[in-house]
């Protein structure tokens, strides 16, 4: 009995401090509508939103007015919400940079590559954490949801710009602007999160 006791005393102490393996989708904000529905609803809500702008400045020609109303009625047969979509579209780039505002989270783990901020040698001890390699390096930064500030005093040997990693710690929400020195001159990049971290180890 008493070696039971002690291997469920074990196992509930490993589940307790497992920690915890987020997604990058995860950092995502819930999905919009018009994000999830179909390519084919999508290019009716844009050509309903062709009609429903000309139909603001001008008045639209008879074929004009039956093609409008066709792909309304057309639509309503597949139950989108034609208003609340158009606004969703409308807000799609800031739905897109949004983070999620009350995350937090401690004893983490995500996977993703390191670019450098604060450098002695090759060892670092504040990095971006981003999800492909290479982002921010010469090409336009991932939206700030995608886009990690790592605060790591220990120091970190950084091996590669395109070597995955594991960053474990604790991450929460929290807007910080960052200057990244390139070859070609400093680039500006917003983070939407934060991560203290514990420990960084190459992706296994």
């Not at 919009?32 to 702008?53: F, N």
């Not at 010469?138 to 395109?162: A, C, R, W």
Request: charged fraction near 15%; proline fraction near 5%; glycine fraction near 6%.
């Amino acid at each position: 009995m008493r070696l039971l006791l002690c291997l469920f005393t074990a196992l509930t102490s490993t589940f307790s401090f497992a920690q915890q393996t987020i997604t990058w989708e995860s950092l995502r904000p819930q999905q919009t509508q018009y994000q999830t529905i179909s390519p084919s609803d999508k290019a009716l809500i844009a050509e309903i939103y062709v009609y429903s702008t000309a139909k603001q400045s001008r008045t639209l020609s008879p074929m004009e007015l039956r093609g409008y109303q066709q792909r309304l009625e057309l639509a309503e047969s597949r139950g989108l919400n034609v208003d609340e979509l158009l606004t969703q579209r409308a807000a799609g780039q800031q739905q897109a940079n949004s983070v999620i505002a009350d995350l937090n989270v401690d004893d983490m783990k995500l996977a993703g590559y390191l670019v450098p901020l604060e450098m002695s040698g090759l060892v670092g001890t504040q990095f971006i954490l981003v999800p492909t390699a290479g982002a921010c390096i010469h090409t336009p930064p991932p939206p700030m949801n995608q886009t990690i500030l790592v605060d790591f005093p220990e120091g970190y040997e950084l091996q590669s710009l395109y070597t995955a990693v594991w960053v474990k710690g604790d991450i929460k929400a929290g807007t910080v602007d960052m200057s990244v020195a390139l070859s070609d001159g400093n680039q500006t990049v917003q983070s939407g999160y934060v991560v203290s971290a514990d420990e960084i180890e190459v992706y296994q």
